[in-house]
């Protein structure tokens, strides 16, 4: 071949990849042109007030056939490791929802069982028999029927709540044979006189007893209510309560309940891991608003535990997880990274977050994106199968299941980030993927870790609810109340303990309960202390609290 020839099929060939370069390059931007008219017509829709698409993140891996089988051969190629013990199989073509657990995914409701009848009605009710009797027998009198018999249904009406108050009468003695002497109208005597001590409680010498005082509570965190919604509800039943009284109560009883709230946080610091999230909210100023952050921090199946401040930055996290070493798991805010530089706080990465980067890139790339959603889908059923399953079975269960698609993941990843285009949606989920590679992967070593963090992300939701009802915080001192309080409220959501009875019987125990024995006082502990024989005996004693329970005074 000559010299000629070769030259030319180097050009033939340089302009055919020319040409192939700018097929691609025209098609790209053809795609990209239609996804700018699409948007624009969503931005004209959103001007308008029109609601466009769906805000759940709704993803069926069932809707790519091909990819569900590749992740199949993945986790049977991988399964090297032999788990008997996994009871439930995982299967990746179902076309279920995302996690159950994701708060950011709306689920179908659970199909309906078969009604069975009426549900009996709680034994602990108060009943009251009301005998109808027909109008022959009413008529002619008892005496003219025999009764064989009778039918019997129950209603439940509402009686209005009451409030009651305990008039405390502490009567003064004296001595026989000690009464009182004058002469010329000047005391000679003055004998001892007995009178029985004030009754403790919670805010000394206050006007509300503990189960008022934990029914202002509940309304105010529990069913976020306003305190002028509180004043007003008050005002219904008969007393005419202030708003500032009700603050006032809840500052006093802060101080009360801090130390119980600073045990459960030196508690949870002994806990493996941790999860943590923010929310902000705002607290009221003379000119404007000002913006600040409520803190959650849970540890799992022992506390829920609340923390306020005034900016989202590293000195809050500091004053948050103080002496911490351990797990965290976060999302990826430049917030926490300082923690991750000594090596005492190792970052745990949130595969939902991940998921949701993800998910926004269905619009301009769906087929990568339901090709990564399908892997993380993948990871979420596998976590389903071992929910209740212990650490040891965990650990072999994900290194045979999960690792094999976590690494098909991230492999996934490095190819595509080269290829795709700067500014996408696609670009910004590849890289967060990729810059929390080992933060995602450290769910793979240790059982106990959690695959999300979504645990954090419902517990701030009691905090978001109230916003949207009170819309501000009247004070840093007002944020500290509510933070103590909405931790045990939440503790006690996450123990099954009724709020109401909780909180009136910890306000009976704290003012004389030993410190060093406060935390026996949390909700993780609460069932456990309730049945000693100490906490039975200062709660029958405890006047006010039989007073709140129905209780005549002679009875208490």
Request: proline share 5%; aromatic share 6%; with cysteine.
């Amino acid at each position: 071949m000559t010299e000629v020839e070769l030259v030319r099929n180097e050009l033939e060939s340089r302009m055919r990849e020319h040409a192939d370069a700018i097929g691609k390059l025209t098609a790209e931007r053809e795609r990209y042109k239609t996804l700018y008219m699409e948007l624009l017509e969503r931005c004209k829709l959103l001007e308008k007030g029109i609601v466009v698409g769906k805000k759940a993140e709704r993803f069926a891996a069932g809707d790519d056939p091909q990819l569900a089988l590749q992740i199949l051969e993945m986790m049977l190629a991988g399964r090297d490791v032999v788990v008997e013990e996994v009871e439930e199989e995982v299967e990746l073509d179902d076309a279920e929802d995302e996690d159950a657990d994701d708060p950011e995914v709306d689920r179908p409701a659970p199909a309906r069982r078969r009604s069975r009848g009426r549900r009996p009605l709680p034994e602990n009710l108060p009943r009251v028999e009301i005998e109808v009797l027909p109008p022959e027998v009413v008529r002619e009198g008892l005496d003219a029927f025999q009764r064989i018999g009778q039918v019997v249904s129950e209603v439940v009406e509402r009686r209005p709540a009451s409030l009651v108050v305990a008039r405390i009468v502490r009567p003064k003695f004296v001595r026989k044979g000690e009464a009182l002497g004058t002469v010329e109208d000047r005391t000679i005597e003055a004998p001892a006189v007995q009178i029985a001590e004030r009754l403790e409680l919670p805010i000394e010498r206050g006007l509300a007893g503990p189960g008022l005082l934990a029914d202002t509570i509940v309304h105010r965190w529990q069913d976020h209510l306003p305190a002028n919604r509180l004043e007003a509800l008050y005002a219904r039943d008969g007393l005419q309560l202030a708003r500032s009284t009700i603050c006032g109560w809840h500052e006093q009883l802060a101080d009360l309940v801090e130390p119980l709230v600073e045990a459960m946080f030196a508690d949870a610091f002994t806990q493996p891991y941790l999860c943590t999230d923010a929310t902000g909210v705002l607290v009221q100023a003379k000119e404007q608003c000002q913006r600040a952050h409520f803190w959650v921090l849970v540890a799992p199946e022992r506390h829920v535990l609340f923390r306020f401040s005034p900016a989202h930055d590293s000195e809050a996290v500091d004053r948050l997880l103080k002496g911490y070493a351990g797990y965290l798991v976060a999302d990826a805010h430049a917030v926490y990274d300082h923690l991750y530089a000594t090596g005492d706080v190792l970052e745990v990465g949130c595969w939902a977050h991940c998921r949701r980067y993800f998910f926004k890139c269905l619009g301009s790339e769906p087929e990568l994106a339901r090709h990564a959603l399908s892997l993380i889908k993948a990871l979420f059923k596998i976590e389903r199968a071992l929910a209740t399953a212990p650490r040891k079975k965990r650990e072999s269960v994900r290194q045979a299941k999960s690792r094999p698609i976590v690494d098909a993941f991230f492999l996934w990843c490095d190819q595509q980030a080269a290829l795709a285009l700067d500014g996408t949606p696609l670009v910004k989920a590849l890289g967060y993927a990729r810059n929390q590679r080992i933060a995602l992967q450290r769910f793979l070593g240790d059982g106990r870790l959690p695959l999300e963090n979504n645990i954090s992300e419902r517990n701030l939701r009691r905090e978001v609810i109230g916003r949207k009802n009170w819309l501000f915080l009247g004070s840093e001192e007002g944020a500290r109340a509510n933070t103590l309080f909405v931790s045990l409220l939440a503790s006690c959501q996450l123990h099954r303990i009724e709020p109401l009875a909780y909180l009136r019987d910890l306000l009976c125990l704290l003012p004389s309960w030993p410190r060093r024995r406060v935390l026996e006082l949390a909700p993780a502990f609460w069932q456990e202390t309730l049945k000693q024989e100490d906490t039975q005996q200062r709660l029958a004693t405890n006047v006010f609290r039989g007073v709140s329970l129905g209780k005549h005074a002679s009875e208490v």
